[in-house]
């Protein structure tokens, strides 16, 4: 069975550039949830979409957003790009019910100049 | 390889020795919670989890502690190996209708030939 799945694994954006990027969860789970991980901040919840619509939101600007399609895959998008955007983006693939464990993909390392 | 984070708690133990990480949770409501792993240049990785109405639960090498009372969640690693070196986080899951995790900040371990 395969893993959850990002793309593309590194990134690098100059300042102002928008930048999307992709997950395939694990075949039949319909949850997808997005983090940014830095060495500051660690971990933090970014959103989460179940069956193609949003469910909850962390506290990130507008800038921030995602979608998912009706084949469970999701794109993350990040418009005029700071630097301090620069991260780990992670993606979490999880049947979606609560109190189910969530699996990550190796992540999408986006450098902005 | 990636830093996940480069003020991390650090713990170095010996090969062959227990492990105990340590994590405080922050909602007394939580009623489930994970341990993940990320070792350098890789996304969490699953390793165990507990829900609210156990105390302890038991994997392969691994035992999970529960304490709701101060709200505490520790990893017992059995003859730690080197292969266990990484950073170790707990995330919590916050009953509120919604599907998000709250990540500590990570406990780095070193295991020492």
């Known amino acids: 069975k395969a893993g959850v799945t990002q793309t593309p694994r590194y990134l690098i954006k100059t300042r102002g550039q928008q930048v999307t990027l992709s997950c395939s969860p694990i075949?039949?789970?319909?949850?997808v949830s997005w983090y940014q991980q830095t060495p500051g901040q660690g971990l933090q919840f970014l959103f989460e979409?179940?069956?193609?619509?949003?469910?909850n939101k962390g506290n990130f600007p507008g800038r921030f957003s995602g979608r998912q399609f009706s084949n469970s895959r999701s794109e993350m998008n990040v418009s005029t790009l700071e630097l301090g955007d620069s991260a780990l983006y992670l993606c979490?693939?999880?049947?979606?019910?609560?109190?189910?464990?969530?699996?990550f993909g190796q992540g999408t390392r986006l450098t902005v100049v | 390889g990636e830093s996940v984070g480069l003020h991390l708690p650090t713990l170095s133990v010996q090969e062959g020795d227990n492990s105990i990480i340590n994590c405080a949770y922050s909602?007394?409501?939580?009623?489930?919670f994970i341990w993940y792993k990320q070792e350098s240049g890789k996304g969490p990785q699953f390793i165990i989890d507990i829900r609210s109405n156990m105390d302890k639960r038991q994997g392969q090498r691994v035992t999970v502690l529960l304490n709701k009372t101060v709200k505490h969640l520790s990893l017992q690693i059995a003859a730690t190996q080197p292969g266990d070196s990484a950073v170790y986080f707990c995330?919590?899951?916050?009953?509120?209708?919604?599907?998000?995790?709250?990540f500590g900040t990570g406990t780095r371990l070193k295991v020492l030939a």
């Open positions: 909602n007394s409501a939580s009623d489930y």
């Open positions: 979409y179940f069956s193609e619509t949003q469910r």
């Open positions: 979490a693939s999880s049947l979606g019910h609560m109190n189910t464990e969530a699996f």
């Open positions: 075949s039949g789970h319909r949850s």
């Open positions: 995330a919590e899951n916050i009953p509120s209708g919604t599907y998000k995790y709250i």
